[in-house]
């Protein structure tokens, strides 16, 4: 996503009792964002990003993927065998 637009002024607009602003439709399914997003304040402005929950599995379904894997985990004996656990 390295590809930026050029600098658009966009307007506060009065929303109840709250002010808000209007995001362009094209900027909201480039990135992705639906029904919400994070707004996080930086040192160089306001940065709004898609919530990252979405993305993230549970233990259990962490434990499935990992075990699809089926990693070979034969030399972790001898990694761990390597006396940095010793006390002396």
Do not use: C, H
């Amino acid at each position: 996503m390295e590809k930026r637009t050029k600098p658009r002024q966009i307007s506060i607009v009065p929303i109840g009792n709250s002010q808000g602003i209007r995001l362009p439709k094209s900027i909201l399914q480039r990135y992705g964002f639906t029904d919400s997003l994070i707004l996080e304040e930086t040192a160089a402005g306001l940065l709004l990003r898609r919530k990252q929950e979405e993305n993230k599995l549970s233990w259990e379904n962490t434990y499935k993927e990992m075990a699809k894997e089926q990693e070979d985990w034969s030399d972790f004996d001898a990694l761990s065998a390597d006396g940095l656990e010793e006390n002396g």
